[in-house]
C-alpha cells in the first residue's frame, strides 16, 4: 500500500503541465489528536513540496484568502515576504511557540476564557490550509489507517476519521481522499462510521483485490526492470 502511494506521489510530482498538491498522512495518531496529526502532515508537505511558495508568489490569492482566514494569512504573509520563516513554518505545523514567538508572527493569543483547545485550532488551521490550495487538485492520502485502532476492537479512532474524512468532502471540492487499510480491518471501519457520516461521503470507490494474473504481469515487469535479472 505505501509503495503504491509513493509511486503516485511520484507521478503527481512528476506532472508539471497540470500541478497537483499532494499530502501524505501516516495514521500513527488517535482519536483525540488526529486534527492536529493532519496540520502537521497538511504544513509538512506543502512546505517540502515548494508548491505553498508558488502560490504565494500570487498576492491577488493570499488578499482573497485574508477575508477568510486572517491568522493564517498572516502567518503565509511572513513566508512571502521572507520574514521569521522558521516561525511560521513551526506555527504552521502546530509546534509549541512561546508568547514572544507569536507576537513576533503578529498572532493574537486566545483569551482566556475561550476553548484553548490545540485539536480545534489544528482544524481551523487545516482547513484554512485546504482551503488556501484551491482550485489545485489536492491527493489527501492517509496510510495505514488501521493504525488508528490502538489496542484491539477500539472503534475510537476510526469513528472519530470517518467523521474528519467526511467533514472535508463536504468543504472542499478539489479534494481527492486516499484511504489505505489492512483489509481484514475494514468491517470494524465500516461499522464504526454513523450513517450521518457516510451519508456526506460524495463518492466512495474500493479498490478490488488484486487478481493473480495480474500479480504474475507486476512480477514480471519488475523482475525485467532490474538489469542483472532481466535475461
Same mark, same amino acid.
Given at each position: ?84 520563516? $522558521?516561525?511560521?513554518? #513551526?506555527?504552521? %505545523? ?7 514567538? !507569536?507576537? @513576533?508572527?503578529?498572532?493574537? &493569543? ?41 489496542? $484491539?476492537?477500539?472503534? #475510537?479512532?476510526? %469513528? ?7 467533514? !472535508?468532502? @463536504?468543504?472542499?471540492?478539489? &479534494? ?56
Amino acid at each position: 500500500k505505501t509503495h503504491l502511494l509513493g509511486r503516485l506521489r511520484t507521478h503527481i510530482d512528476q506532472d508539471t503541465e497540470a500541478p497537483s498538491a499532494y499530502i501524505y498522512v501516516r495514521c500513527n495518531a488517535s482519536a483525540g489528536t488526529l486534527w492536529r496529526h493532519l496540520r502537521l502532515s497538511v504544513s509538512t508537505d506543502l512546505l517540502r513540496s515548494g508548491l505553498l511558495t508558488r502560490i504565494l508568489g500570487d498576492s491577488n490569492h493570499l488578499e482573497e484568502f485574508s477575508a477568510r482566514h486572517f491568522n493564517v494569512a498572516r502567518v503565509l504573509r511572513h513566508i512571502q515576504e521572507g520574514r521569521h520563516v $522558521l516561525l511560521a513554518s #513551526a506555527w504552521l %505545523r502546530g509546534e509549541p511557540l512561546t508568547d514572544e514567538d !507569536l507576537h @513576533s508572527l503578529n498572532i493574537k &493569543l486566545e483569551p482566556e476564557d475561550e476553548d484553548p483547545s490545540r485539536e480545534w485550532e489544528a482544524k481551523r488551521v487545516t482547513h484554512a490550509l485546504l482551503d488556501f490550495l484551491k482550485p489545485t487538485p489536492t491527493v489527501l492520502c492517509f496510510d495505514q489507517v488501521d493504525g488508528l485502532e490502538t489496542y $484491539l476492537g477500539e472503534l #475510537a479512532g476510526y %469513528r472519530k476519521f470517518g467523521q474528519v474524512v467526511s467533514e !472535508l468532502d @463536504s468543504a472542499h471540492d478539489h &479534494l481527492l481522499q486516499l484511504a489505505c487499510m489492512v483489509a481484514d480491518y475494514e468491517p470494524r471501519f465500516q461499522q464504526s462510521l454513523n450513517g450521518a457520516d457516510k451519508d456526506r461521503f460524495k463518492y466512495q470507490q474500493n479498490l478490488p483485490p488484486i487478481e493473480w494474473g495480474q500479480a504474475s504481469e507486476i512480477v514480471k515487469a519488475r523482475l525485467d526492470a532490474a538489469p542483472a535479472l532481466a535475461r
